[in-house]
């Protein structure tokens, strides 16, 4: 997958405005930071894979991809709670992810 790709899939899939990626790493403002990256990417001069910006924006793509799948999960599990009669609670708008999610790979 190249950078090109993931910029698709953000035009057509919005990130939430803000993300809390790890302790240390709080975006406020998504678009501004991928905006950052493609800026950063089409100025790089190097290889692709020597690009910060690009491992900083596949890092963001695979942690919203895990992030969207865990958010399926929870309200796959939501609606078997509320089919049951209990009260499903609201989600936080900021998201919370674990270092694993971004080790992981593009598929």
Not at 61 to 89: C, D, F, P, R, V
């Amino acid at each position: 997958m190249n950078y090109e790709d993931i910029k698709r899939h953000f035009e057509n899939n919005p990130p939430p405005k803000e993300v809390k990626w790890t302790q240390w790493a709080y975006i406020s403002d998504t678009q501004q930071f991928l905006k950052s990256c493609y800026i950063g990417i089409r100025n790089f001069n190097g290889p692709m894979d020597r690009c910060p910006a690009w491992w900083h924006l596949r890092d963001f793509y695979i942690l919203m991809k895990k992030t969207s799948q865990q958010t399926a999960a929870a309200e796959g599990n939501q609606s078997e709670e509320n089919a049951s009669g209990e009260i499903a609670e609201e989600q936080p708008p900021v998201q919370h992810n674990s270092d694993a999610a971004i080790s992981e790979e593009i598929s």
